[in-house]
């Protein structure tokens, strides 16, 4: 993964592209946040009447209020189809800044290797398969395509969404905070175990 990162911040329109496709993950784990903002909105069951007054539920209750959703059912509409709207723009940007990203990296190591190539001796020509060296020009390029799209959801987006929901999960409650992490060794390493034994 660091020999892609290097790859892909070598040239300087990369490192535009790259940023933009950093900006583009976190508008979409904006999204994500503002889409379960919105679901809890409509599954709001009035906490101020019942007396549970979670900052959640104060949240909830101040968007309510402000845009009136309890008056009107227009504004619950077009509250969720802005939310919709912004979701799906997000999610398209961000998936095509990093699938442009990705082609652009594989049009680059596809050029690195051609010139790679054309600096070797004939001897070597005789030594190897030229099918085995045309696929892994190919084949390969794209298997790093997809690859590296999964390295920058992986790396970069799910420690956004991560560190942004236990920042959250702090404001709510601290208890629930250090239930989450006395429970998280508990689910990794049966999973350490696993890979483990499937490697041996």
Known sequence: MRLLLQAALHHRRHRSLALFTLLGLLVLTVANQIEMLALGLIASTGGQESGNQSPLNLI???????????????????????????????????????????????RDLRLQYFKHIQTLPLRFYQEQ???????????????????????????????ITLCGSLSICFYLSWKLLCVIFLGLPLLIFPILILTKKVRR
């Open 60 to 106: 909830v209750r101040t968007i309510a209020d402000y845009l009136h959703i309890e008056l009107s059912f227009v504004w619950l509409i077009t509250f969720l189809v802005f939310v919709s709207i912004f979701k799906a723009f997000s999610l398209f940007y961000a998936r095509y800044a990093t699938q442009l990203l990705a082609i652009r990296l594989t």
């Open 129 to 159: 398969n030229l099918g085995s060296l045309c696929s892994r020009a190919v084949g390969d390029a794209g298997q790093i395509a997809s690859s590296f799209n999964s390295c920058l959801t992986n790396y970069l987006q799910t420690p």
